[in-house]
């Protein structure tokens, strides 16, 4: 293995206090801004520290923020699929009971979170309904 003379002999030089209490400094104001706004990532702690007049680059603050295990909480997003609260007809659920065919059966590899084909309801009155999922189905054995 070939090597410069350099980096063999390289040593890295010791911080100073006034360097390290630097450092702690800002290890706790990132920790005190992350705290109060959850959703700040790197770029915006960074923006943040700047506006409060402090040099930072954000390389430091995101090499702070993966050393201290400082992560974003993603932002949850309730999806509503069914509209319960109307003044519509509401159908029986015809697929109680009912094992799901054909070739998307959930799969114990892939959890019990693979599609699985409902049945059509075609109506007299005209479209398509779909059964609501108010109960696992039924797989029988």
Known sequence: MSLTPSTYYYRAKAKSAEAIAAETRLVARVHAICAEF???GYRRVTAQL???G???NHTRVSRIMGEQDLRVRPKRRFVVTTDS???GPI???LANGLAPTG???PDSSFGSRRAVRLPRLH???GGTRYPAKHEPHRQSL
Do not use: G, W
């Open 38 to 40: 959850p959703r700040y």
């Open 50 to 52: 700047k506006a409060e």
């Open 54 to 56: 402090q040099r930072v």
């Open 85 to 87: 609260d109307h003044d």
């Open 91 to 93: 159908f029986p659920n």
């Open 103 to 105: 070739r998307r059966q």
């Open 123 to 125: 109506c007299a009155a």
